[in-house]
T-cell receptor, first 114, second 112 residues
Framework: LAKTTQPISMDSYEGQEVNITCSHN???????ITWYQQFPSQGPRFIIQ???TKVTNEVASLFIPADRKSSTLSLPRVSLSDTAVYYC???????????????FGKGTKLSVIP | EPEVTQTPSHQVTQMGQEVILRCVPI?????FYWYRQILGQKVEFLVS????????KSEIFDDQFSVERPDGSNFTLKIRSTKLEDSAMYFC??????????FGPGTRLTVT
């Protein structure tokens, strides 16, 4: 499993764009990059997944450079309700087929300030 | 939107007692999981279940733990003889053949 490194915490003001970068230097060819969000006392929730370049959905964007050794989760115009822990996961579960376990790190605790 | 449900939301038990945590996965999902999160720590994988059998388990999932899918809807985690260090949030998750896992709200287990 590729090891991931992300900041322990970040603060942002409401309305700002937040970018959380994750390093994964030993990512394998078959690995996908997936981000989950966890609010206090709740289960993690899938945000976005990508393999290369850029992926965008209604919640976030994921930027992956050509070497795939890092990725950046971008949250546009955050609100107080985006205060949560954000996890970057790297593994070959992106194909979906198979009962792949998720391996969570410590994540990045994002605090949105009014 | 369909969601994973878990009961109870909070379970208090004495050391050495057996507990059963219950989950109802999303109905068309094929893969089922249990994870746990000790307060202030990482979410840790316990076990995955597919086609009525365990497909993977972690070293945490020792002989004190068992899982069952007794009918077409429920998925349970049993801890035979609880220890103080079993106190944690236990999350059930499920997925189809795609990659996204859907987590339940968790059961807070407190062992006294």
């Amino acid at each position: 499993l590729a090891k991931t490194t992300q900041p322990i915490s970040m603060d942002s003001y409401e309305g700002q764009e937040v970018n959380i970068t994750c390093s994964h230097n030993n990512i394998a060819t078959n690995d996908y990059i997936t981000w989950y969000q966890q609010f206090p006392s709740q289960g993690p929730r899938f945000i976005i997944q990508g393999y290369k370049t850029k992926v965008t959905n209604e919640v976030a964007s994921l930027f992956i450079p050509a070497d795939r050794k890092s990725s950046t989760l971008s949250l546009p115009r955050v609100s107080l309700s985006d205060t949560a822990v954000y996890y970057c996961l790297v593994g070959d579960e992106g194909s979906g087929a198979g009962s792949y376990q998720l391996t969570f790190g410590k994540g990045t605790k994002l605090s949105v300030i009014p | 939107e369909p969601e994973v449900t878990q009961t109870p939301s909070h379970q208090v038990t004495q050391m050495g007692q057996e507990v059963i945590l219950r989950c109802v996965p999303i109905s068309n999902h094929l893969y089922f999981y249990w994870y746990r999160q000790i307060l202030g720590q990482k979410v840790e994988f316990l076990v995955s279940f597919y086609n009525n059998e365990i497909s993977e388990k972690s070293e945490i999932f020792d002989d004190q733990f068992s899982v069952e899918r007794p009918d077409g809807s429920n998925f349970t985690l049993k801890i035979r003889s609880t220890k103080l260090e079993d106190s944690a949030m236990y999350f059930c998750a499920s997925k189809t053949s795609s990659y996204e896992q859907y987590f339940g709200p968790g059961t807070r287990l407190t062992v006294t």
